[in-house]
C-alpha cells in the first residue's frame, strides 16, 4: 500500500507479461541452441500459465525466422551482425520485429515495450540501439 506522499506502483500490463514471457522461452532456446517450438511446448508441460500471446510471439518468430533475422540485419549498422548483439538484445528485436512485420499491434506500443523490456534487462545502451533499429522496421519508414 503506498502513502500519501509515494507514487503508487507501476502495474504491468498482461501483454507487457507475455511479451517478457517469450522473451524468457526464445532466450532459453538461444541459450541450449535449440528450436523455440520444443522449448515452448517443455514451457507449455510444466506452466499452465503461458498466455496465448506468449505461445503466438514465439511460434510467428519461429514461423518467419529467417525473414526477422534478414529485416533487423539490415538495420544495423556497418560492421554490426545479428550474432554480436547482446542475447537479449537479439531477442527483442527478433519479437519486435515480429510484431512490427506480421501483426496489427500499433508499431509505436511495439517500438516502446521492446525499448522498455531492454530498459529493464539489458544495458543501458540497449534501449536507444533497439529503438533505432526497430524505427526501421516500423511499417511507415520501411523501405524494402
Given at each position: ?9 507501476p502495474?504491468t ?17 538461444d ?7 520444443v ?9 499452465v500459465t ?7 510471439i ?87
Amino acid at each position: 500500500m503506498s502513502g500519501p506522499h509515494e507514487s503508487p506502483r507501476p502495474r504491468t500490463s498482461a501483454r507487457h507479461k507475455a511479451r517478457k514471457h517469450a522473451l524468457d522461452i526464445l532466450f532459453e532456446s538461444d541459450i541450449r541452441e535449440t528450436d523455440p517450438l520444443v522449448t515452448l511446448e517443455e514451457r507449455l508441460t510444466i506452466d499452465v500459465t503461458v498466455r496465448e500471446l506468449t505461445s503466438d510471439i514465439v511460434r510467428g518468430v519461429r514461423e518467419h525466422w529467417g525473414y526477422i533475422n534478414d529485416a533487423v540485419s539490415d538495420r544495423l549498422a556497418e560492421g554490426w551482425t545479428l550474432e554480436r548483439m547482446p542475447r537479449v538484445d537479439r531477442v527483442i528485436a527478433r519479437i519486435a520485429a515480429y510484431e512490427l512485420l506480421f501483426t496489427e499491434t500499433e508499431p509505436n506500443v511495439v517500438v516502446s515495450e521492446a525499448v522498455t523490456l531492454a530498459s529493464e534487462l539489458s544495458t543501458d545502451e540497449s534501449p536507444a540501439f533497439l529503438n533505432a533499429v526497430l524505427s526501421g522496421l516500423t511499417p511507415s519508414r520501411r523501405t524494402d
